[in-house]
């Protein structure tokens, strides 16, 4: 707040008054942790036990540890502008959560992609090839990160990192890209009666708009990293228009969890069974230790207007 007499407004300064930015941060990494916990315990559930869910709880997972690390270090670095951590800490903690929830979204498009071309082959799938599936993307972020190691300790160059990101970025894109095109072009050509065929073209199309809330929600602060590594007169960005964006950034970890409630039936009832069984545990506990008003007789010392002491009885 800066107001220098008393004519003058106060004038909010989004770049300085942190104690806003930390709200906002604060208030979604919450949401973030409380999301993706229920997402992960309702994926868990024996109802929603299928092996295309594997994916989804890997995700819920990654999307939970930029709640847990990435948003906290991100405040206690920038926002707080105190070195807490260092710099090169947050940026591997952020660039890990990150990619993994990357790498994870083109494994899920891949396995969407086989599941449509080859219904066949892939309810023959193994769960050692969802493992593989599972474990791949955090391999892959692992060693995107420590291509920021290596240029913190100037092992490379920055034109080398800008060009690893961008193909770390690109890829998984370009992934998303094909197969959801041949996605929705085999369905353009598939007859509509199947039931299994429906339920696997709306979970496909689920899928589709997690993937395109991610790519509409990441892409700018990604874009916006490439462009100050490699625009001199760029560097001067406004600490509004970085805050704002890597809240857009970190927004996308808890949209997953709005878009799985409007579009598949069985996590909402999943999750109406948690909640209601949460509110029942608390009625219960409520039942066997109910809270009784005890009388008591409290006697309390008070000053009279002459100085003398009195005693005054009240019961509750």
């Not at 916990?37 to 997972?61: C, E, G, M, P, Q």
């Amino acid at each position: 707040m800066v107001c220098s007499s008393l004519q003058r407004p106060v004038i909010m300064d989004y770049n300085r008054w942190n104690l806003f930015w930390s709200v906002c941060f604060a208030s979604t990494a919450c949401i973030i942790i409380f999301g993706n916990s229920l997402s992960i315990s309702v994926f868990v559930k024996r109802r929603l036990r299928r092996r295309s869910y594997y994916l989804l709880i890997d995700l819920a997972v990654a999307d939970l540890s930029v709640g847990l690390f990435a948003i906290p270090i991100y405040m206690m670095t920038v926002i707080s502008e105190e070195a807490l951590v260092s710099r090169l800490v947050f940026d591997c903690v952020d660039m890990f959560t990150g990619f993994s929830s990357i790498f994870t979204l083109a494994f899920i498009s891949l396995e969407r992609l086989h599941a449509i071309i080859r219904p066949l082959r892939h309810r023959q799938l193994s769960s050692h090839c969802y493992t593989i599936a599972i474990i791949t993307p955090w391999i892959l972020s692992l060693v995107v990160t420590s291509t920021r190691v290596l240029l913190g300790f100037s092992v490379i160059e920055i034109q080398h990192f800008v060009v690893i990101m961008i193909i770390s970025l690109s890829t998984p894109l370009l992934i998303y890209c094909t197969s959801y095109a041949v996605i929705w072009k085999k369905h353009a050509s598939r007859p509509w009666g199947v039931r299994a065929a429906k339920c696997e073209a709306r979970f496909s199309k689920t899928l589709f708009l997690i993937t395109g809330a991610f790519v509409l929600t990441w892409l700018p602060f990604q874009l916006l990293v490439i462009v100050l590594n490699t625009c001199v007169p760029c560097k001067k960005v406004p600490a509004v228009v970085v805050f704002g964006i890597k809240l857009l950034q970190f927004a996308n970890s808890f949209i997953n969890l709005v878009i799985y409630c409007l579009r598949m039936q069985s996590y909402r009832h999943a999750l109406y069974q948690i909640l209601a069984r949460c509110k029942c545990s608390l009625a219960r506990r409520r039942e066997l230790y109910p809270l009784t008003d005890i009388p008591t007789s409290i006697k309390l010392v008070s000053f009279s207007s002459t100085l003398h002491l009195r005693r005054t009885s009240i019961s509750y």
